[in-house]
């Protein structure tokens, strides 16, 4: 019987997150589902660091506190903005170069309790180019929707 009820169940709508980086200069929240969609790049930079995040439209994220305390990473075509604590050095969000136009949120600077489960995608990044190009929706998830505000 519970199977049949989840398989009935709707798709909820965002929660509010909130999270920050590990000494707690920058804090932010970002409305999204509860079920999270965390893609796992394995580009340059996403290798080094562990990058694995969930895109978000930029109206869906913001800043708290500590604007002053973040600074900015670029490189190549300089689209991402990778931004991290000046402080402790946690990314806990960044400017994907997939999608200037919204934000990527790494899931475990997230506080405990809203999040419901994770999917996880790899993404090949050492293909960007093709990868963005083959990607059925990866461009869209920055893009506010009737179901998402």
């Known amino acids: 019987m519970a199977h049949v009820e989840e ?3 709707k798709k909820q709508g965002p929660v509010r997150h909130t999270g920050g980086c590990h000494c707690g200069a920058i804090r932010f929240e970002v409305w999204s589902a509860p079920d999270l969609h965390i893609f796992n ?3 340059s930079i996403c290798t080094k660091k562990q990058n694995r995040h969930f895109i978000v439209p930029k109206s869906h994220f913001t800043l708290l506190q500590g604007s002053e ?3 900015t990473y670029t490189f190549n075509t300089h689209t991402a903005k990778h931004t991290f604590c000046k402080t402790c050095g946690v ?3 960044y400017t994907p170069r997939s999608n200037p136009d919204g934000f990527g949120v790494a899931p475990h600077c997230l506080d405990p309790g809203t999040v419901k489960s994770l999917t996880l995608e790899d993404f090949c990044g050492e293909t960007w180019e093709e990868s963005v190009r083959k990607h059925p929706a990866i461009r869209s998830m920055s893009k506010s929707t009737p179901e998402t505000g």
Request: with cysteine.
């Open 7 to 9: 398989g009935q169940r």
């Open 41 to 43: 790049c394995n580009c």
């Open 69 to 71: 305390n973040t600074t």
């Open 91 to 93: 990314q806990s969000f």
